[in-house]
């Protein structure tokens, strides 16, 4: 069994950016891919950026490539997702997610609020 827990969320302007980090506990993650995800109101969880076990693959949706940094400490049991330049659209609640496939994560965090003001 894995924990996940978010954090590094908050409220900012458009431009500006935040650091989310994901800790695990229970098992180390060295041997799952990582993941974040993000939901709004009456949306669908979607995509957002993956790395593979090894840290050597990361993924991103087209809306944060070039904007958003993924990656993971395995010594520190954590994931990091590194977002610059945030837009008003970015805002949603992040969750981290851990898998052997990450289009079918394992485990889930209960995410944090991420809001851009314009």
């Known amino acids: 069994q894995v924990q996940l827990v978010e954090s590094g969320g908050g409220l900012v302007q458009a431009g500006d950016s935040l650091r989310l980090s994901c800790a695990a506990s229970?098992?180390?993650?060295?041997?799952?891919?990582l993941g974040w995800f993000r939901q709004t109101p009456g949306k669908e969880r979607e995509f957002v950026a993956a790395?593979?076990?090894?840290?050597?693959?990361?993924s991103y949706a087209d809306s944060v490539k070039g904007r958003f940094t993924i990656s993971r400490d395995n010594a520190k049991n954590t994931v990091y997702l590194q977002m610059n330049s945030l837009k008003p659209e970015d805002t949603a609640h992040y969750y981290c997610?851990?898998?052997?496939?990450?289009?079918?994560?394992?485990?889930w965090g209960q995410g944090t609020q991420v809001t851009v003001s314009s």
């Open positions: 229970g098992r180390t993650i060295s041997s799952y891919a």
């Open positions: 790395i593979s076990a090894s840290g050597s693959s990361t």
């Open positions: 997610a851990a898998a052997y496939v990450i289009t079918t994560p394992n485990y």
